[in-house]
């Protein structure tokens, strides 16, 4: 039996070794090899393609074909698809935020795809007047596949009213690739009596003796 493998994308096709003979094309395929001889590497499938040449905006697959030069119906075919870039962005969908004080928002960006990779990660509002993000952009450390990388971004109410964050979050890998992008639906919360501070009380109480007496006034 013998194996030939390639890298393959929907893009430039590369070569497909099911139905080409392929060659020795760096970053493209490996040189075919006999899967009875060799180190067991080779043997466990130790097939290397030297600096694969990726399509990241297209499907890829490694294609491997075992066959026997002797027999051309004894053929078996492997293929993986996968994606060189590919993540996913994660946080809550909702934040409340009392008017003047922080909120720490978290995003979480988890790498989906195949190679390491880091991401430009920047936060935007809708009604940006109203409201403080900071910081208003950062990169993630890098991470690799199936890793989670976070970020926190402090995020002031001015007013007291709705806004919508938008999170736009792009590949240092791939500059092409287009961007994820997330939106968060920011809501006021009303104060309670612990944030209020002791000349806040003060006034308050100041109000009522004030209404209390004309009141009483109106009275007599």
Known sequence: MKVKCSL???HDGNCNPETQSCGD???KTCRPYDASQGTDSIKRGGC????PVYAFQAENKIYCVFYDPENSNLKTIINHDFKPIDFDVRSAGKIIATVGAPVDLKIDVVNKGLLPDSYRMTLSASNPNTISIT???TNSRVISS???DSAIFSVVSLVDQTNEITVNVKSNTCSD???KE???NLQPGLLTLPEFSIFGFL???AIATIVYFLLLGKKK
Not at 48 to 51: C, G, N
């Open 135 to 137: 910081p208003s952009a």
């Open 146 to 148: 199936r890793a989670v």
């Open 182 to 184: 997330i939106t968060i």
């Open 177 to 179: 690739c287009p961007p």
């Open 48 to 51: 290397v393609v030297d600096s």
């Open 25 to 27: 094309v760096r970053g």
């Open 8 to 10: 393959w994308n929907s």
């Open 203 to 205: 006034q308050i109480i």
